[in-house]
Structure formats: structure tokens, C-alpha cells
């Protein structure tokens, strides 16, 4: 399988503790872009990388939140403190880069807040 | 904000034509418009794209009015498998790094039916 992977699939945590998510992308491609997507809504942007530099973050992400991406390959996701309100899908998108470019979406990481 | 219209929900005869409206009367005039899927647990897929043209592809046909304030998706002939959540998608120029975030509406939930 060569699209953009997520792991885990799915988190069941309890309230306050800290998860971290992982998201391989299509290996030539350099830009990476985090997305949540709550029951019944589109996603919303978080955050994009282009290769390791975290260029553009969306208000939506508080200070418990925090991206990475070493060396410009896979990235992660982490929240701390986690709260029943961050219980979501986190979607991970990898792109080429281009005027009229498509994104190339993971299969998600379910998060649940207990 | 969404940028886009799109009715909540639709039904579609398995084996007839599938036609998804959209509007985005505020789109700008190099600003493309995408089509996605989501099934059920899974991340967004790409269907099709256009600027001002009618497109076609293996999976569906894109028909853009010439003012370029609507769109509507074709699925020639729906099987099951169509039933999704699909969303029409209009850009937003993420300023500092040259590159754009997708702005999803709520989608069209279209259902086939056998």
C-alpha cells in the first residue's frame, strides 16, 4: 500500500492523559497537513508542514497540541492533558505540491476521550 | 466558514446517474473546486477537480456553470458502493506559506438504493 498511513486507527484514553498519533505519507510527497473532523462535520484544518518546517497552524490547535515532522518524512500528533471535547477523527493529508494540487488523505486516527 | 452550499442528504436508484449539486457563488476566479468522498470510517477520497471547464474522469463527471457559481457531480451510473458523504471543496490561501487549506462543508450524505 503505498497511500498515507495512520496508526493507530483507533485511541480510547481517559481524560488528562497525553496520546501521540503517527502519519506516514506518500514518500515523495513534501507537504503534510493535519486535519479533525468531529461526528457529522467536515474536516477542519490544523496544521501543514512542507518537508520538517510546521509553516501554518490553525487556531483550532491550543498549546496542548503539538506536530512534528523530523527530517521531512513521517509526522506526529500529540495532545496532552486530553479533554472530552478533543474526542474526534484526526485525518493526516500528504500532497506534492502544485497550483491545482489534490490531497491524498489517511484512513484517520479515531480518538476517543473517556 | 464554508464556502460552499450543498443539500444535507439524497437518494439515487442503483444503476441510474447520481447529480450532487453545489454552490460557491463567492469562489474566486482562479480558485479551483474539488470533489471528495468519505464511506464510513475512512479518510476523505479524491473523486475529481475543475477550474472552469467540464471535466471527466474514471469515476465521475464535473459540470461547472460558465459564471462558475455552481458545480454538479456526476456519477453516471451509482452502485452501492457510491453511498457516501460527498463534499464539495473550495480553497483558502493559507498566506504565509503559498499554499491552501481545504474548506469542507457539511457534505451531501447520498444514499443508494437497490
Known amino acids: 500500500d503505498t497511500g498515507v498511513s495512520q496508526d493507530p486507527r483507533h485511541k480510547i484514553t481517559k481524560r488528562g492523559q497525553n496520546v501521540t498519533f503517527r502519519c506516514d505519507p506518500i514518500?515523495?510527497?513534501?507537504?503534510l497537513y493535519w486535519y479533525r473532523q468531529t461526528l457529522g462535520q467536515g474536516p477542519e484544518f490544523l496544521t501543514y508542514?512542507?518537508?520538517?518546517?510546521?509553516?501554518?497552524k490553525s487556531r483550532l490547535l491550543s498549546d496542548r497540541f503539538s506536530a512534528e515532522r523530523p527530517k521531512g518524512s513521517f509526522s506526529t500528533l500529540e495532545i496532552q492533558r486530553t479533554e472530552q471535547g478533543d474526542s474526534a477523527m484526526y485525518l493526516c493529508?500528504?500532497?506534492?505540491?502544485?497550483?491545482?494540487?489534490?490531497?491524498?488523505f489517511g484512513s484517520g486516527t479515531q480518538l476517543s476521550v473517556l | 466558514d464554508a464556502k460552499t452550499t450543498q443539500p444535507t442528504s439524497m437518494d439515487c436508484a442503483e444503476g441510474r446517474a447520481a447529480n450532487l449539486p453545489c454552490n460557491h457563488s463567492?469562489?474566486?476566479?482562479?480558485?479551483?473546486v474539488y470533489w471528495y468522498r468519505q464511506i464510513h470510517s475512512q479518510g476523505p477520497q479524491y473523486i475529481i477537480h475543475?477550474?472552469?471547464n467540464n471535466e471527466t474522469n474514471e469515476m465521475a463527471s464535473l459540470i461547472i456553470t460558465e459564471d462558475r457559481k455552481s458545480s454538479t457531480l456526476i456519477l453516471p451510473h451509482a452502485t452501492l458502493r457510491d453511498t457516501a458523504v460527498y463534499y464539495c471543496?473550495?480553497?483558502?490561501?493559507?498566506?504565509?506559506?503559498?499554499?491552501?487549506?481545504?474548506?469542507f462543508g457539511t457534505g451531501t450524505r447520498l444514499k443508494v438504493l437497490a
Open positions: 514518500s515523495e510527497h513534501n507537504r
Open positions: 475543475g477550474l472552469k
Open positions: 493529508a500528504s500532497s506534492l505540491g502544485s497550483a491545482n494540487e489534490k490531497l491524498f
Open positions: 471543496i473550495v480553497r483558502d490561501p493559507l498566506r504565509t506559506s503559498g499554499t491552501y487549506k481545504y474548506i
Open positions: 508542514f512542507q518537508n520538517e518546517a510546521q509553516l501554518e
Open positions: 463567492t469562489i474566486s476566479g482562479n480558485e479551483y
